[in-house]
């Protein structure tokens, strides 16, 4: 739905937004939709670490209530209630938005792509921070990059994968572009709530899902269900949250209350990614160790034919809208150049240090 929609049928918007004064009176009280559980390690507790940064940094007049995926709208939905007015922000995944706009993967995580710090590079530096608000303008939102994994984990399952040939008629929570490409191995990809995995392993709606890393699956008790995890996680080299702010909501505050709201975000980018980084090896350790989990590095096979047809999907997707196919020119330039340093730096630097 575009922003002029939103807007136009947006009595309602706007009175939530004046319900609660925020265009007038200070200190000014935002809701805030979380697409995670409630004080889940690393997104759920990054969420309230910006809210906390809000905050102290406006010295109380900027006050953020984190409400948790279904407290005020369902996990897939943020951005919507974001857009309509009924929460005045929302941290949640760009590509639940996908739907709207194939653009809106580019924002998140691409397979094959980017790594965290080229993300951020491509966001901050890249051009690509402009072209995430022309996007998020036409459905009336502010994006600001507020988190990001690092590489993630290949996926559980319930049965070992041998070779593309098991992937056959399986169903896998695979969200974006991922689960595309493992439609192409001839797998049927769900998009199902973080919340809601454990219970779709073990009842049988899945075969096998993507969470996050160990630190997180862990957490989510997925070594109960499965005992299968895969390496490395192709379909999310380092994926980038999104805090997304009312766009009108935005255009109200003063430079400097969009100056805290955006430095408590990038603070959030850098203090989730290192969250990730110290606790991911630890927990890895403690899924093999006591949960006897097996980890598995995924067959060549599968990760070549992968590799083969990857630049067409990516490609084929965004064509199927002029703005994407602008953003995708704009994010595959930027990671032609930051594949060329990479050889030049870290991939040489990875190789010596062993």
């Given amino acids: 739905m575009k922003r002029r929609t939103f807007f136009k049928a ?30 889940f390690p690393g997104i759920g ?3 309230e670490r910006i809210a906390e940064r809000i905050k102290v940094l406006s010295n109380g007049t900027i006050n953020v209530q984190v409400y948790a995926a279904g407290e005020l709208v369902p996990s897939l939905e943020v ?6 007015g009924s ?31 080229e993300h951020y590079a491509w966001i901050r530096y890249g051009g690509g921070q402009q072209l995430w608000d022309e996007l998020g303008a036409e459905f009336g939102v502010k994006p600001l990059l507020a988190g ?14 041998d070779d593309a040939e098991d992937l056959q008629g399986l169903r896998l929570r695979y969200p974006g572009l991922g689960g595309e490409l493992l439609r192409h191995l001839g797998a049927t990809p769900v998009n199902i709530p973080g919340g809601e995995l454990f219970t779709a392993l073990q009842s049988g709606t899945v075969d096998g899902v993507e969470w996050i890393s160990p630190w997180n699956d862990l957490a989510f008790g997925l070594q109960r269900v499965c005992k299968h995890y895969y390496y490395p996680g192709f379909h999310e080299p380092g994926h980038g949250f999104a805090l997304y702010i009312n766009l009108e909501l935005w255009n109200s505050f003063s430079k400097e209350e969009q100056a805290i709201i955006a430095a408590a975000a990038e603070v959030e980018n850098s203090a989730m990614l290192g969250e990730y980084n110290a606790h991911n090896q630890s927990s890895l350790e403690q899924l093999i160790k006591e949960h006897e989990v ?11 034919r992968l590799a083969a047809i990857v630049d067409d999907v990516i490609a084929d997707d965004a064509a199927r809208d002029p703005f994407a196919k602008k953003v995708y020119e704009s994010w595959k330039s930027f990671l032609d150049s930051q594949k060329q340093w990479a050889e030049t730096a870290d991939i040489p630097y990875l190789a010596i240090r062993k």
């Fill in 148 to 161: 990001n994994t690092g590489p993630q984990m290949g996926g559980w399952f319930v049965k070992k994968i």
């Fill in 294 to 304: 097996q980890t598995h590095k995924w067959p060549e096979d599968i990760l070549s």
């Fill in 10 to 39: 947006g009595a309602a918007a706007t009175a939530a937004l004046a319900s609660t004064s925020l265009l007038a009176n200070t200190p000014r009280k935002l809701r805030l939709a979380s697409s995670w559980p409630k004080n």
């Fill in 87 to 117: 929460a005045h922000m929302g941290h949640t995944s760009s590509y639940y938005a996908i739907g709207k706009n194939p653009a809106f993967n580019f924002f998140a995580t691409i397979p094959f792509g980017m790594t965290a710090n």
């Fill in 45 to 47: 507790t990054g969420v």
């Fill in 79 to 84: 951005m919507d209630a974001v857009s309509a």
